[in-house]
């Protein structure tokens, strides 16, 4: 399995609900990262979990709250979100080794959740 | 100046052209460099990776470092209308896993049959 997932793909919201998006991978990465893309712009890192702990908060509105139940699972629980955080969020995964030829700068993205805050 | 500079585009070309979509970067202490493909409304996919300077190969694909330039390049070759995406260089320092990736604001490419 190479594969990380997202769920939901598509998700709207009003500002006063509460709703979280989930990622899964399988392919034994212990560093998972959140990042936030808009429109015709590169990712933007917000969370890095590293070994199921947040090691990096990009300074992130507390309106957005991650967890990492396990080693495979990342959530990321949304709350009295604003219109402005619609976006494409995207999950990732890579592995943590020092072999510098190896990759593990690489990650893995999921495809995505496209939210809506309305 | 901007730590990754990346001709925003968008660039459209014929089916079977030679493509060379170019980086630079500021930061000397980058070391690691990748090449990402979007397709719209996926998330980014890995096309190329490179550690420290020189050539790489993977089909179509050749991806170039040059540190003492601080110039990355990727080249595409016979390109199809299938490769028609957003692409994003990105690097960073070192390994593990709070080693952040700089992007860069990725271009848009169109591939006219």
């Known amino acids: 399995d190479t594969e990380v997932t997202q769920t939901p793909k598509h998700l709207v919201m009003g500002m006063t609900n509460k709703k979280s998006l989930k990622c899964e991978q399988h392919?034994?990465?212990?560093?998972m990262y959140w990042y936030k893309q808009k429109a015709k712009k590169p990712p933007e890192l917000m969370f890095v979990?590293?070994?199921?702990?947040?090691?990096i908060n990009e300074s992130v509105p507390s309106r957005f709250s991650p967890e990492c139940p396990n080693s495979s699972l990342l959530n990321l629980h949304l709350h009295a979100l604003q219109p402005e955080d619609s976006a494409l969020y995207l999950c990732?995964?890579?592995?943590?080794?020092?072999?510098?030829?190896?990759?593990?700068?690489?990650?893995?993205f999921g495809a995505g959740s496209r939210l809506t805050v309305l | 100046q901007k730590e990754v500079e990346q001709d925003p585009g968008p660039l459209s070309v014929p089916e079977g052209a030679i493509v060379s979509l170019n980086c630079t970067y500021s930061?000397?202490?980058?070391?690691?460099f990748m090449w990402y493909r979007q397709y719209s409304r996926k998330g980014p996919e890995l096309l190329m990776y490179?550690?420290?300077?020189g050539n790489k190969e993977d089909g179509r694909f050749t991806a170039q470092v040059d540190k003492s330039s601080k110039y990355i390049s990727l080249f595409i070759r016979d390109s199809q209308p299938s490769d028609s995406a957003t692409y994003l260089c990105?690097?960073?320092?070192?390994?593990?896993?709070?080693?952040?990736?700089?992007f860069g604001k990725g271009i848009t490419l169109s591939v006219r049959p």
């Open positions: 990732a995964s890579r592995p943590v080794r020092r072999d510098r030829n190896s990759g593990a700068n690489v990650l893995t």
């Open positions: 392919m034994g990465h212990r560093a």
């Open positions: 979990y590293s070994y199921e702990k947040l090691s």
């Open positions: 930061n000397s202490a980058f070391q690691y």
């Open positions: 490179t550690y420290s300077s």
């Open positions: 990105a690097m960073s320092p070192n390994t593990g896993a709070n080693s952040k990736l700089t």
